[in-house]
């Protein structure tokens, strides 16, 4: 079965063309990051309009970097959410408007079970049961899968989601958009010894995350410094150094809480926060300690992308589930609520 998948939930057009017997055949994303980079963030309705610029292109590019013609298509998968309603509305609409042309069901695919099912996509593949790090855009949380559409909810973020600290805190030292990876690159030429930022709810029972505090005690610092240091390029990267670190123990010590709490020895880390060197490196750390497993998807589908909702797709269709032709995106999708498979 071949599955085509469209992912349009925020600033990126994705899509993929993933094969059930010779894997995936080709994928392209095509980024918005030069259109909201004037505005310093994602502006839903230029979202929107550029999805509609850039889909049906993509599609036909994927298609003829495959080598296929569309009736070689067996299914089209698009995401359903969450994300901005808009931006949703433009994939789901072309998705299910080439299904019914080409005689093919379709399915909507939420756009973080097409994360944590990434790393499927790479050898080896992790297997079920498994605790899963998702940490995409506005979302930071802790899952127990124990099988496609079988998931429990461990924790979450109570405010902002990790990926927005990031770039929140990113434009508080002055970067640019988008914010997260140029954080990064400057904590690299930071001294890990000169500020010590605290780890948000890790005194304290629990998986949930909060990451709103930890972006303030940045500003604080930066303005209390900023007044004193003679040399404000050095302050910023330290604190930029700080900031990860804090951010980055944070989450470490929540999954090894989880696959202690879970009694599990596999650990799926996915979402765009999940290509950051220093959070795999100390997971990497923490998994030799704890004997434990750690799955990634390779960096190019840690951000949002088609091949993923392709392999969701795939996953869902050959199990008989489909997306009626009165298909609703939402912006807001527990993934608690998916049917199994």
């Not at 980079?37 to 839903?44: D, F, K, L, M, Q």
């Not at 433009?90 to 093919?104: D, F, P």
């Not at 954080?183 to 949930?208: I, K, S, V």
């Not at 795999?280 to 993923?308: I, K, S, W």
């Amino acid at each position: 079965m071949r599955v085509l998948g469209i992912e349009t939930s925020c600033d990126e057009t994705g899509v993929g063309v993933f094969d059930g017997d010779r894997g995936l055949l080709a994928h392209a994303v095509y980024s918005q990051v030069e259109i909201h980079a004037e505005y310093g963030g994602v502006v839903p309705e230029l979202a929107s309009r550029d999805h509609v610029r850039k889909t049906l292109p993509l599609i036909r590019q994927v298609l003829r970097e495959a080598g296929l013609p569309k009736e070689s298509i067996d299914g089209v998968a698009f995401t359903a959410g969450p994300g901005l309603i808009g931006a949703l509305l433009v994939g789901a609409a072309v998705g299910r408007a080439l299904a019914w042309a080409w005689g093919v069901p379709a399915i909507g695919i939420h756009h973080m079970e097409g994360h944590l099912l990434a790393p499927m996509l790479e050898a080896p593949a992790p297997a079920f049961p498994f605790v899963a790090l998702l940490v995409s855009g506005g979302h930071t949380q802790l899952l127990e899968a124990a099988a496609i559409g079988r998931y429990r909810l461990l924790g979450e973020s109570l405010d902002d989601a990790a990926g927005e600290a990031f770039d929140k805190t990113a434009k508080i030292l002055g970067l640019p958009y988008p914010g997260g990876p140029a954080l990064a690159r400057l904590a690299e030429h930071g001294d890990p010894q000169r500020y010590r930022f605290p780890r948000p709810m890790t005194d304290r029972p629990g998986l949930d995350f909060s990451f709103s505090g930890l972006k303030t005690f940045t500003l604080n610092t930066l303005q209390r410094e900023t007044a004193r240091t003679h040399d404000p390029a050095r302050t910023r990267a330290d604190i930029a150094r700080a900031f990860e670190e804090a951010a980055v123990d944070t989450l470490v010590i929540k999954c090894r809480r989880a696959l202690r709490q879970c009694a599990n020895r596999r650990l799926v880390v996915a979402g765009g926060v999940g290509a950051n060197r220093r959070l795999r490196a100390r997971l990497d750390a923490m998994a030799a300690q704890e004997d434990t497993e750690v799955f990634y998807p390779r960096p190019e589908f840690c951000t949002d992308n088609g091949a993923m909702i392709a392999y969701a797709g795939w996953q869902r269709l050959r199990a008989g589930q489909a997306e009626p032709l009165a298909f609703t995106p939402r912006s807001r999708w527990s993934m608690e609520e998916l049917p199994p498979v």
